[in-house]
């Protein structure tokens, strides 16, 4: 459950972790199914509204997805520089966000980073979409953080919110197509999120989780905070981690394995992801 500052008298305000973004060559996401066999089941994405981007997903059981996203190799630079994520290195993670059950509930959110006085808060939400391949048209609105002069925060830094405006059960259809969260490698779900961070402001940030998340712990120096899925009773750490680093930043991912599990994957080359037994 999150902080007990936001209204949960019904549980839709209630933080859901919704999806991890991976930035991919467009080429080395038209070859994705080969690259990930033997590993993970990947299902379809689609095109995004602006045009820029496409998607392909992979969906676990505990309703969170990773999102394999790429540009089309026709975009215009100039145009992929103005993306949120064009400057971004492929072949990492960039990103991650959460949601809730319902868009109205996105205002408490809004409320409580503000209250926190991080010099961060969540602007209001920006609509978005993409079409799946069978043509069903996607909505949601996205809500990204910023410093109080409108400058965005790093990606990643903070989680950004996806709001969907159509079911989400469209969007990520892990219970209708269970046969797509059947990985080989035995993942069922995301354990971790770890944010490694300059730091510079890195305890702003920090307050921001704290206003979102459940009250911190500390363990070896970092702080962390659970986060909950979309599907009920699936085990796994659900631990978000805040450190910081001499430089750049670093986004890493743990998976919620089976027995059988390997301690590692390696999702793309030199993008390891552990799962966790």
């Not at 972790?17 to 689609?46: Q, S, Y």
């Not at 926190?116 to 953080?145: C, F, H, M, N, Q």
């Not at 046969?179 to 307050?207: C, M, W, Y």
Request: charged content about 25%; overall charge negative; hydrophobic content about 35%.
């Amino acid at each position: 459950m999150a902080n007990s500052s936001i209204s949960l008298s019904n549980g839709t305000a209630k933080p859901l972790l919704d999806h991890i973004v991976i930035l991919v060559e467009h080429n080395t996401l038209t070859g994705i199914d080969e690259r990930l066999h033997g590993m993970f089941t990947v299902a379809p994405g689609g095109r995004h509204a602006d045009g820029l981007t496409w998607n392909r997903l992979i969906l676990f059981e505990d309703g969170v997805y990773i999102e394999l996203i790429a540009f089309f190799d026709t975009v215009d630079p100039d145009e992929r520089k103005k993306h949120r994520w064009g400057t971004l290195p492929e072949g990492t993670i960039i990103d991650w966000a959460c949601s809730l059950h319902e868009e109205k509930d996105f205002v408490c959110i809004q409320r409580e980073v503000l209250k926190a006085k991080s010099g961060w808060l969540y602007s209001d939400p920006v609509p978005g979409g993409r079409e799946r391949p069978d043509g069903t048209v996607l909505e949601w609105a996205i809500g990204a953080a910023t410093a109080a002069d409108g400058t965005p925060v790093f990606p990643g830094t903070l989680p950004f919110w996806c709001l969907d405006r159509t079911p989400r059960k469209l969007r990520v259809p892990y219970e209708s197509s269970p046969e797509l969260t059947n990985h080989p490698s035995g993942a069922k779900g995301v354990s971790r999120v770890v944010i490694e961070t300059p730091q510079v402001d890195v305890s702003h940030f920090r307050d921001v989780y704290k206003a979102i998340f459940e009250p911190e712990r500390n363990e070896s120096g970092a702080s962390s905070w659970h986060f909950d899925v979309p599907s009920e009773d699936h085990a796994g750490r659900h631990e978000i981690s805040l450190s910081s680093r001499s430089e750049g930043q670093v986004l890493k991912l743990a998976l919620v394995g089976g027995p059988d599990s390997p301690s590692f994957v390696e999702l793309l080359p030199g993008l390891l992801v552990k799962l966790d037994r």
